[in-house]
């Protein structure tokens, strides 16, 4: 919860901030924030304060592939004629909507944590998505700086995985490779390396469990298509070089 002062008068009010993250159009999302603002007034309610509620603002960052055309205010899902609607839910306001689709590359100003991730959710779908992030590399090494180890290491290490995972990537190494040379020579590269350690060691106990249902053969294709160290290969499938030479060449 915020405390934040009002422009227009010398008070200050509470304010409670809901971000929803969505990747697809949800038609009920007006009644699930609604939900959400009233257990949030109920959790926070203050009976010492003249009015004892906070105020409960509702966003959702919206970036999917489909233009958002579905309901955005709780009065467009009651199921009555309008006017009785106006009368009893004519207060409710439609929740803000940040759609990534109306919102230009050049406005997205900062460089913050929070302004690298609206930028690569806006273009986690779009096809030249590696060439963008290896453009935005000095904003990324400025919002990790302005973070501690711990947070930028959390940040990052999420990042990764989110972008890894929903991006359309063809080659997992040239993905590590942006990255990799992005954040080379740089304070930040300490960052790095300790989330590319971490997902490495995943991925090779990950390799590890996979071969005994698919095969060393098939999962060690696969980790030498990733661009995976030889070693680690080695470690996860118990092949010998040799072996994984051959299958190299």
């Known amino acids: 919860m915020y405390k934040v002062p009002c422009l227009e008068s010398e008070e200050d009010a509470f304010l409670y901030l809901i971000l929803e993250h969505q990747s697809q159009v949800d038609r009920e999302m007006p009644f699930r924030l609604w939900q959400y603002a009233t257990h949030i007034m109920s959790e926070n309610y203050n009976p010492k304060r003249e009015k004892p509620l906070p105020l409960v603002v509702p966003m959702v960052l919206y970036h999917g592939k489909k233009h958002y055309r579905a309901p955005t205010c709780l009065t467009q899902l009651v199921d009555a ?7 009893v839910l004519g207060h409710f306001q439609p929740f803000y909507l940040l759609n990534t689709h109306d919102i230009a590359d050049d406005d997205i100003h900062g460089a913050t944590a929070a302004h690298y991730m609206v930028y690569s959710l806006k273009s986690i779908f779009q096809k030249d998505f590696l060439p963008k992030i290896k453009a935005t590399m000095p ?10 180890q711990h947070d930028a290491v959390k940040f990052f290490e999420a990042l990764m995985n989110y972008l890894s995972r929903e991006a359309d990537i063809s080659d997992k190494k040239d993905f590590i490779d942006v990255f990799e040379d992005g954040l080379r020579g740089q304070p930040e590269e300490k960052v790095f390396m300790t989330v590319y350690e971490q997902l490495r060691a995943e991925t090779v106990e990950q390799m590890g469990s996979a071969w005994k249902q698919e095969g060393r053969q098939e999962v060690a294709e696969k980790m030498v298509a990733m661009g995976m160290a030889l070693s680690d290969v080695v470690a996860a499938t118990g092949m010998t070089v040799a072996e994984i030479d051959k299958i190299r060449r």
């Not at 004629?81 to 009368?87: A, C, N, Q, R």
């Not at 904003?139 to 501690?148: E, F, N, P, T, Y």
């Open 81 to 87: 004629p309008s006017m009785p609607i106006e009368d």
């Open 139 to 148: 904003i990324l090494r400025d919002a990790l700086g302005q973070l501690g």
